[in-house]
């Protein structure tokens, strides 16, 4: 079922209208104002595929798959990415593909976050008096 967006024209927020059916699209009215005059947005969609399809693109692209043989960070990302779906990712796991993506090495990444998740150990006190 289609989730249309509008944008009000008297108060210019943004109005959601979820629709039962395709058959004909109803007269948007605004949840903040009440008003009528609404302009209809271009709304994101997604395409869901199979985890076997995502496989079998990955598996297709001969550089990607040379790149993960070779340990390639970019690869990883890209990987990754293709592997993502439509599930909402953290900002750790955002932040994560991004130093892949700079061809940061991976191991150290890892490291990185791992170590940030747990907190890394204060450093000691000096002891200047």
Partial sequence: MPVYEYRCDNCRRVTSL????????????????????????????????????RYEDILNDSQLVKGMMYNDPRAMAEWSKRLEGTEDIGPEYQEMMEKLERGEDYGKVITEMQDKELGSPEPPASSEE
């Fill in 18 to 53: 979820y629709v039962r059916g395709f058959s004909s699209e109803p007269t948007p009215v605004c949840s903040y104002c009440g008003a009528t005059e609404l302009s209809r947005m271009v709304s994101r969609f997604t395409v869901n595929k199979t985890e076997k399809d």
